[in-house]
């Protein structure tokens, strides 16, 4: 072919560069991580075959050759996995303050494993605290965050030995002296040896979990920025993350638990406890002749109504003529609603004759239906056999559970049922009315206050009442304490002067205020200084009760102190165990009922030996 004349001889030289316009197109159209850094102008383009001195330290993509630099960079999941175990120094510091402050005493003895749980949890608490109190600083110093030298975690480990070791013997000596106080024997080195162990997986575990919630508001708040500015984003991340870790732990952890925790006590409460037999007698729920069937009472229910004293043992108890004493209950099987239910156990009891006795107690009973035997055993003793008591079933769930989970149930219960008695009570004749009493332990005694408004409520509607370990979330226990008079004490409120409503932590003591009128209906509150039921409440977190900085009672420890968020954990820590003490310390009440029911119903014809004697008989001694 003949080469045109017009066009330019062919040239063996390479192309020439693109000008700079060409280069601005491409940088147009190149990816953002390409924009972003000036100097990947003088980066090598992938087709480039000449050496450079670039190439050997910045390997390109497709290079597959082994490099030098390429197994000292750490992988992206590497890095992530180093990242998530990483600790800062100030939330150590934090850390191992809260995790040695956790060893201060509380109301109960902990174990090595529950306190190891304790110390975790403020631990994770305290490191949290320590890096929040780091950035807040480090925004006041306009600062970025600076790497901790070597020496500054040589300090830290040194401290930690000498902190933690110390609190952990003080810890010891603290829980040795509250067993002390309260007779406890139980001591398993096993278990104390484990506390620490159990506190670093604990901590480990709330760590990572934190940090899980923290990628994954990272990562919302990048989402969001496509259609909102990044402050928005980063405060709707924080919302929704905190939102779904709520609904997660109080709604599908918390409503799993529960429901599994109920169907395993429903199959529990099909069963009848060994030595407990349908009663012969048609003056009980479930026996010859009742409207309540037997196989409908639940485990509680048949032991209420199987178990108690007959005429013959009150008799022989007091050397007088007794009368076999009434008891009506009905169970969750018995009908499918609160209202029917009361209906149902307030029908059996008429029939049985219940309103017809000298003394009629209405009971409240606690999580599964359970009924505190020495409350009631106290009661008809009392009322030398003249008396009838009516109770209802509301939960299948143990005490401690049914009071985190069940209390608009016992709302429910307790006002039901009283009004139900209370419907039946009023028509009768005055003359011909028992007295009317009301009782309840736990959250019984919060379904037991339920049904009244107030002081006066309770003078116009009862003859008296005896709420033993109430809740701190009590109504009407939380009104008379909150409104005391001056200078009484918490642990032992005075309220009115104690014309109608008093507290006591034992009544063989006395009952304060001493020489003050006590007319008319009696209503008296049992509560131990070490009972957790009575002293929890979320408040502990952020603020001191008025128990915790006055004189505390007589098993607590003077060396109990307030300390933020640490005290809540404590007390909640309590909580399940708070029945596994002897009686008169933490949650147990038995012995105590004697003098309680025999200061609000003043019987006649028993003397301080009496008492005494009718101690042993509703809590026998050990051994």
Known sequence: MTPDPHEPPPDDRPAPEKGRADLENAAESAPEETKAAPQDSARPTPEKTKADPEDTARPTPEKTNADPEDTARPTPEAGR???????????????LLLACLSFTPSLLPRGGVLQGVVCGISAAIGYGLGVVAASVWRAFADRDPREPSTRSWQVLGIAALVLFGLAFGFGQYWQHRIRLLMDVEDYNVLTTIACPFVAAALFLLLLLAGRGLRRLYRWLARLLRRWIGPRAARAVGWIVVAGLAWALVSGVLLSGFVNAANEAFSLRDTETPEGVQRPVSSL?????????????LGRQGRTFTGSGPSAQDIGAFTHRPALEPVRAYAGLATSDNAEARADRAVADLERAGGF???????????????VNAAAVDSFEYLGEGDAATVAMQYSYLPSWLSYLVDQSKAREAGRELFDAVYDVWSKLPQDERPRLFVAGESLGSFGGETAFSGEYDLRNRTAGAVFAGPPNFNTLFREFSD????????????????????????????????GRPWDGTRVLYLMHPSDPIVWWSPQLALSEPDWIGEAPGGDV?????WIPFVTFWQVTADLPFSTGVPDGHGHTYKAAYVDAWNAVMRPADFTPQDLERLREVVQPPEG
């Open 483 to 514: 409104h005391r008079d001056a200078g009484s004490p918490e642990i032992e409120p005075v309220y009115k002067e104690g014309r109608t409503v008093r507290f006591t932590d034992d009544p063989t003591t006395g009952i304060t205020p001493p």
């Open 557 to 561: 420890l003077e060396e109990m102190v």
């Open 356 to 370: 017809e006795r000298a003394n009629l107690l209405v009971m409240t009973t606690t999580g599964s239906g359970w």
């Open 81 to 95: 996995r180093r990242r998530s175990l990483r600790l800062t120094l100030p939330g150590c510091w934090g850390a």
């Open 284 to 296: 009980r729920s479930g026996g010859p002749g009742s409207l309540v069937p037997w196989d409908s």
